[in-house]
């Protein structure tokens, strides 16, 4: 059996290298390192896969999702109410920019961002919603776009770890994650689904106005050179890394459903487990169905009920198998960001889900010979 990761990059590099190498030397050859034609290439390949007007791309995921709110022209004080339960960059621009976060509980099912929850912390304040899409899989874009709509609210989708997903609405129209709201972020981090060799990200929009304003943010503020019109930010994404994305693009889907049917054969190996809770594709199936593409799997994350989630990890670890824990600690109890607003029943849901998540291994070169030596382990350990 071949060495387990957490993430296998250079297992998937192995069978596109061919691809990167000639789109790596293309702009080694034409030496375009800062918004080269690969820049460009890449951000009308990714505009014509997603369906959405505008890419733009930027320097990485947190870049990406601070120069979406600077886009919107939010103020200081401005409430935004995001997740309690996601990675900090989420929270972090809104700190930055000196809007007032707003942290809400999430679903205990698909651990994305609660509806109940965001229309119960709306206030005369509140100009925007973050969801975030977490571990690959959407949030309920339909009712959030509903609510925003109601109270005149800018929809940010913080699209990191979605990248490929499909949202389908209630009348059977289907759209990709991060082109649903008014604007969107996401991460090219090596790591994610579509991931570069360094760092990268990008902006997305339909709205041509705050295209237009955004790619100025991106480039100091500059649409003609030395003529600074907006405030600005130097965050571009070097044509190396639009070089590898570029070659990485056509295998997206693959990629995507690859870490599906590993997800589904994880859940089939724990479906009769009564101390595992497995992460579920939508809400009509229970479980991964054959048609589910909503949820694309950046990370698989079980709950585990009963049981020593940290003993389970070092257990794990010991037998040559990484996981992880995203995340341990709420945001609302992160000492940069707490606050007296807060209280703790208003956060049930995060509350348990930081004792109970592990992720396992998620990456597209799992093998079946794989997945099998950890479900036994996992369940070797549950089980006694």
């Known amino acids: 059996m071949n060495k387990i990761q957490m993430v296998d990059l250079k297992g998937q590099f ?9 789109s790596i030397q293309e702009v080694l050859e034409t030496t375009a390192f800062i918004n080269g034609p690969k820049v460009h290439q890449f951000q009308k390949n990714l505009e014509d896969y997603l369906g959405v007007k505008h890419v733009i791309p930027c320097a990485n995921g947190t870049d990406a999702l601070q120069i979406a709110m600077m886009g919107l022209g939010l103020k200081a004080g401005d409430e935004v109410i995001t997740a309690d339960f996601t990675f900090a960059a989420t929270v972090e621009v809104i700190a930055l920019l000196h809007l007032t976060p707003v942290l809400v509980d999430v679903n205990p099912d698909d651990f994305n961002i609660s509806i109940e929850a965001i229309k119960k912390a709306i206030t005369p304040k509140t100009k925007a919603i973050v969801p975030v899409h977490l571990f690959g899989k959407c949030a309920d874009m339909e009712a959030i776009m509903d609510i925003a709509k109601e109270h005149n609210l800018y929809v940010i989708e913080d699209n990191a770890q979605a990248i490929g997903a499909n949202y389908t609405f209630k009348n059977g129209k289907k759209a990709k994650a991060g082109t649903i709201g008014h604007v969107a972020s996401t991460s090219f981090f090596p790591s994610k689904n579509l991931g570069c060799y360094g760092d990268g990200g990008a902006i997305f929009t339909n709205d041509d106005a705050l295209a237009h304003t955004i790619r100025g943010i991106v480039n100091h503020g500059m649409y003609i ?3 600074h019109d907006v405030v600005g930010v130097n965050s571009r994404l070097d044509s190396m890394q639009a070089a590898v ?14 870490r599906q049917l590993a997800a589904k054969k994880y859940n089939n190996a724990f479906k009769n487990e009564k101390n595992i809770i497995t992460p579920i594709g939508n809400s009509s199936c229970n479980g991964i169905c054959d048609t589910c593409d909503c949820h694309v799997f950046h990370q698989y994350t079980l709950r585990v009920k009963g049981v020593d989630r940290d003993a389970l990890a070092s257990y794990l670890n010991d037998n040559g198998i990484p996981c992880g824990v995203y995340y341990p600690i709420p945001l609302h109890k992160q000492k940069a960001y707490l606050d007296s607003r807060y209280n703790e029943e208003d956060f049930v849901v995060t509350n348990q889900l930081v004792k109970d998540v592990i992720s396992l291994p998620m990456h597209t070169e799992l093998d079946d010979e794989q997945i099998e030596f950890i479900t036994s382990k996992v369940k070797k350990f549950i089980n006694g």
């Open 14 to 22: 192995d069978k596109i290298k061919d691809e990167v190498n000639a």
């Open 225 to 227: 050179r030395y003529h």
């Open 245 to 258: 994305l570029d070659a990485k693009l056509p295998n997206l889907d693959t990629y995507n459903k690859a």
